[in-house]
């Protein structure tokens, strides 16, 4: 077992971009959870982070979108954004291609990905490392979900990748941590940005918790439009999620509308069996 | 200039194309300030799109059905703050309709 953390987290460009347009009791509530997202993850001691993340045009396009892809190098630059707009300053993220080889060929086994060996980072993965990885010191390795584009891969395929991620984790000597990011219900960069649909976002992470398969994967794309706004189409990172959980429950540490921040911001953990050191 | 009687889908693949491309390199942003004309050349757009983006008409693209993921880093590219880049879109609904293709010609709560 070398899996030693999951977790899912909000991603929005707000959150670092807009902080100073939110209401400063509920967001700095955010900013601790974060922090003590942080603390859990590097008191689980990892020597690699997955972040599964649904990027929104930063290096998939329409003219050859994957479904799902991974990174396989050596290095990441990032944010993409213009770093005033999003409050984050354009750095090198270090990679493990080694490490994101190997995993690759194993997921190969039970899900097709594709492998970039070049790859930026947008917002959805960069405002998850300003907060939980602030010294950029771990070697990050970024997992893509499209949730841009339709046609979108089903929610049962996120759920296979989920499974055939942890499934390479457990496989690799290394500590892996994984982090999926995406919004629930929300409407980014639309004029409905900042309506969030709370009724649905609690039911969904009722279900995220209870990681039950059958309940988390039955939402139609048209229901999570309907509901939830094209932002919804993101759950499916927190579908891979639950299903690297291998059936553990999920833990809700935070969650909040903060519509300046365009979604209800979440923190999620599912608590990992411990390692017995050596 | 290609005939403008080819579908919409297609034409806004290849107006969400050249916004995209825009958005992320410098050389296009030059040409975009220094030859729009010939820019605009090099993709297969119809002549209301182009007029369009001559306009700087942010609220039209959002109708046309630009994907707001990469409108927004547009918008901002003109200077729009957040809140100007959302009255854009609401005043671009309002002048020409409901979103016409794309991902929010499913929206029904158009404001």
New interface residues.
Partial sequence: MSTVFIGVCSHGPGITGRAGRADPRVRDEFYRSFERMRAALEAARPDALVVVAAEHFANFFMNNMPAFAMGMAQYYDGPIEDEKWLAIQRRRVPGNANLSRRLIGAILSDVDLAYAEEWKFDHGVMVPLHFLTPRYDLPVIPVNINCQGPPLSPLTRAWALGEALRRACDAVPERIAIVATGGISHWPATPDSGKINEAWDREFLRRWSLNERDALVSYTDEETYRDAGQGGFEIRTFVAAAAAGNGAKGEIWFYEPIPIFAVGCTIGVIPVEAVVAG | MPGSDYNRAMSL?YL??FL?QLN?DAGVQRRFREDLEGLLGDYDLTDEERAAIRARDVGLL?VFGV???????YA?LLGLE?NEY?EA??QG?RRHGPVRAG??A??T???
Avoid at chain 2, 67 to 73: A, R, S, T, Y
């Fill in positions: 693949y969400q194309k995209y992320r959002y994907n707001g993921q990469i409108l927004m880093h901002a957040w959302l879109m609401r609904v991902l929010y499913m929206t709560d158009q404001r």
